[in-house]
């Protein structure tokens, strides 16, 4: 099994509502990824967590806030967004963690989840 | 930033071979080349990946330059469902360039 599901599949929220992404993978994977894409554009790192830690923040800002429970479980927790935080936000996992420079290879092949098209009104 | 170089477009005709460069010029002796693709509508799927040696798999193949500073994803026959944006990432930090959109004529 290589699914990463994501959920919900769509979301539209207005400006002071409080939502939450859902992330899970059962590949016993120990890094998990999320990404912002708009359209026509390639996906943006935005947090990496490796061994439940968060790794990487990509200067997002604070609206978006990510939380790892468990290793089979990524959140992403949403308040007072913009219309311009309207994308497509994937999910992804590694089997490896993230070990910066010369750590890619066959243990950081990401597998995707579908995504979660936010809208904000 | 983005240390890998695609062209922005490609076409091919169906059932041909398409070739799809990729440049990484700042790669270290380390980093693997990944190769991903992202069909309309969905997540990135992995393609294929190597280090040094040229690689083959299901879906594709992977020719790596000498120097490494660079390489070539193969799709043998371009199928219509081949039709997506291509990735190549050489880099240590799991960020994508702007990728290839590959369009497939009939």
């Known amino acids: 099994d290589t699914e990463v599901t994501q959920t919900p599949k769509h979301l539209v929220m207005g400006m002071t509502n409080k939502k939450s992404l859902k992330c899970e993978q059962h590949?016993?994977?120990?890094?998990m990824y999320w990404y912002k894409q708009k359209a026509k554009k390639p996906p943006e790192l935005m947090f990496v967590?490796?061994?439940?830690?968060?790794?990487i923040n990509e200067s997002v800002p604070s609206r978006f806030s990510p939380e790892c429970p468990n290793s089979s479980l990524l959140n992403l927790h949403l308040h007072a967004l913009q219309p311009e935080d309207s994308a497509l936000y994937l999910c992804?996992?590694?089997?490896?963690?993230?070990?910066?420079?010369?750590?890619?290879?066959?243990?950081?092949?990401?597998?995707f989840g579908a995504g979660t098209r936010l809208s904000v009104l | 930033d983005a240390k890998t170089t695609q062209p922005n477009s490609m076409e091919s005709n169906e059932e041909e071979p398409v070739h799809l460069p990729c440049n990484h010029s700042t790669i270290s002796g380390t980093d693997y080349i990944h190769w991903y693709r992202q069909l309309p509508s969905q997540g990135p799927e992995y393609v294929i990946h190597?280090?040094?040696s040229n690689v083959n798999n299901r879906m594709a193949s992977l020719a790596i330059a000498e120097d490494r500073k660079s390489s070539t994803l193969i799709l043998h026959r371009a199928t219509l469902r081949d039709a997506a944006v291509y990735y190549c990432?050489?880099?240590?930090?799991?960020?994508f360039g702007a990728g290839t959109r590959l369009t497939v004529k009939p």
């Open positions: 590949m016993g994977h120990r890094a």
């Open positions: 990432t050489a880099i240590n930090d799991m960020r």
């Open positions: 992804a996992s590694s089997q490896g963690p993230w070990g910066g420079p010369g750590q890619i290879g066959a243990k950081n092949i990401q597998y």
């Open positions: 190597g280090l040094t």
């Open positions: 967590y490796s061994y439940e830690k968060l790794s």
